[in-house]
């Protein structure tokens, strides 16, 4: 009895250990790239952005002035910069240059709990406020001086709050007008909202086409639509990846965020932002108030 009892405990110990390896070390994404280079076909890559491609070409840039709470990222087409969320007492956006140099600050008219910002056409930008479960759209044109979050477009989504585990990461469709936010954890989900701004009596719907990725990634801390090849770029804070999905769900391809992979000399911590130029830049930032800039090799 004894001897059989001394085998259960290290069978468990084992096990233990076993899970300990994958969970707290990347093990669990070596082994996910390799499943990928054996389940996506060279076609499927060609059509895609194509993240095993991508090396770091800048970074860590300290965004100056952006305090220690760096929460969300975006690129707008229309003045090719980068609007940078962040928080301290008051919800702050500033806008900087494609080389992470400073332009300007905004602050807003309301606090709130801001954790994310995507550009939505025109002047129009989304913002999220993570434990009221909402998205609001306000304006930034050249010559606003104070963002009016008070009067802004406004959507709650109908799940149980989140607390600081609530909506993490924000995209937008310029196609179909169609927002996409990620729930941080607890559980991890991804919605698609209609456009709002026009009737805010649409509905939100969860996509469960990406339940793929709940099982290994830890969370999701940001979002971001490509409308070139209709792919996401979903960021795992937590599990140090940036993974390529398809709009059926299918994982493509993946970029580590950790030390030693692609030019990075250390890992990226709490990695809270996700967005990509016209070129294909892809820029990522971190807490504090770190800028990562990832170009693909020719």
């Known amino acids: 009895m004894k001897a059989l009892l001394k085998k259960v405990f290290q ?47 800048a970074g860590p840039i300290i965004l100056d002035q952006a305090g ?16 940078v969320a962040s928080r301290d007492d008051t919800v702050e956006i500033l ?45 930034i044109n050249p010559d606003t001086h104070t963002i009016d979050l008070q009067n802004a477009s406004t959507f709650t ?18 196609i179909t007008n169609e927002f996409y936010v ?18 805010n009596k649409v509905v939100a719907k969860e996509l469960t086409t990406f339940d793929g990725l709940m099982w ?19 960021l795992s804070d937590e599990s140090n990846v940036l993974a390529e999905v398809s709009s059926e769900g299918k994982q493509i391809s993946t970029l580590e965020l950790l030390s030693g992979w692609h030019g990075l000399e250390s890992t990226i911590d709490q990695a809270e932002g996700i967005t990509m130029d016209a070129e ?8 504090p108030n770190h800028l990562y800039i990832f170009k693909k090799e020719k």
């Open 95 to 139: 806008e900087y240059d494609k080389q992470g140099d400073l332009i300007r600050k905004i602050p807003a008219n309301m606090g709130m709990d801001i954790e994310g910002i995507v550009w939505a056409g025109d002047y129009s930008f989304a913002f999220i406020n993570e434990r009221a479960n909402s998205i609001l759209v306000a304006d």
């Open 68 to 83: 220690d709470q760096v929460s969300g990222m975006t690129w707008s087409p229309i003045t090719e910069t980068l609007f």
């Open 182 to 199: 990620v729930k941080e954890r607890d559980p991890k989900a991804i919605y698609m909202i209609p456009d709002f701004r026009k009737n």
């Open 11 to 57: 069978l468990f110990v084992l096990a233990l250990m076993l899970f300990c390896t994958i969970w707290f070390t990347p093990v669990d994404e070596y082994l996910h790239r390799e499943y990928l280079n054996f389940t996506v076909t060279d076609q499927e890559l060609e059509s895609s952005i194509n993240l095993n491609q991508y090396k770091l070409a």
């Open 157 to 174: 989504l109908d799940i149980a709050k989140g607390g600081n585990k609530g909506l993490e990461g924000i995209s937008w469709s310029p």
């Open 280 to 287: 294909g830049t892809i820029f990522i930032t971190s807490e």
């Open 216 to 234: 290994n990634k830890r969370d999701f801390s940001g979002l971001l639509y490509d409308p070139r090849t209709n792919h996401f770029l979903v």
